[in-house]
């Protein structure tokens, strides 16, 4: 019948756009046009889920228990985060990358400052020696994707977004070892009359799927962040910077989303008016019904989730009592506490948690739970940070899957 088949064919464009439908030998732009025609239009991929076997750009070995590639994108798998510790190792830190990893040299990189925010528009380099000579600031924070969870807002509330199809792997948090930004623009001369900062990456120019080409990562800051938190960071968990995460040197923007903290960083306007560039303008903010014309305000900070430890579909014996482990974080403020459900929402009881609240940190938690009888069951687990906020049930919806916030189905299987 034609009215099931049109339902159906929206229902396939919608996974394809969340990488959970091929479509071989048919041209991005073609599949473009078909959802422009299903009324789908405005929601563009910009990435397909692919199979492991792809060369995304990544360096680091992505072993299958660790990681999911999505396209030239790494994500996390919580699973393999039980018993690492508060800190997730570099070998499983996720990786969001807009097109490869570049190759640079310690030893040759050197970063500009430069813009009519500095004291006669002056333009200083700093070698990585020259920020090693500063003074050095060690800081636990979190780098999330805004986009994490995205894909619950197609798979738990039928919603069809744009972009990498995350599930809530897209999170880490790292001991960074860097400078002040502070430091190093008051060291290039900063004027009175600065109001945004805009670092660019060293990474080849992001390329859209439709042929524009944006120029090189780059997000404008205020200078009231870049002043306060901000690090140039140059060790992740103790080592150098490792080439995925920005080798030599990053931005690390705490608490705010991913994207603001640019990797490979090689220079940095520092601007007397203020700044845009594509990913404060077209990505970033929040697009939709329930938004204003022209979108939020640019997204700052991250939202708040919690993740179990333990992969979808997870087989756990019935009849035993088995530990169950978890993560919950919050951008808005450190999370206090965390409630856990393993009758898909029936009761409720609370999870210990182990970790002090820092806003941008994460509380690792335990429960324990025996599954009388085999069968599937859903867990759900639900935070609450130092603000008051808890996770509701459901997103408002944005075009693009930014900020996920529910509570997230799990499930698992009792055998
Ligand atoms: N130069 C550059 N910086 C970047 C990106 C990028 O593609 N290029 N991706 C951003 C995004 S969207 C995120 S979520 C974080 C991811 O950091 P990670 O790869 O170290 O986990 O880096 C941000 N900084
Ligand atoms: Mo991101």
Known sequence: MRTSESAYD???????????????GVSRRDMLRLLAAAGLAGAAPVALGTPAAAAPGIVKPLPEDRFTVRGTNAETRFASLAGTGYHTPNDRFFVRNHTATPTLSASDWALTVHGDGLTRDRTVDFTLADLRALPSVTHSAFVECAGNGRSFFTGQQGQPVSGTAWTLGAIGVARWRGVRLADVLRRAGLSRRAVDVLPRGLDADYVTDDGTNLGRVRRPLPLSKALDDVLLAYEMNGEPLPPDHGHPVRVLV???VGIASVKWVGDIEVSAEPLYSPWNTDFYRLFGDAHPDGGSAPLTRQTIKSAWELDGQANLAAGVTHRLTGRSWSGG????AVEVSTDSGATWRPARLHDAPRRDGWVRWSTHWRPAEPGPRTLLARATDTTGRTQPEATVHNTQGYLFDAVVRHPVNAV
């Open 333 to 336: 403020g450190g999370v206090v």
């Open 10 to 24: 929206r229902r396939r464009l919608r996974q394809w756009l969340v990488g959970e439908a091929r479509a071989d």
């Open 254 to 256: 705490p608490s705010w």
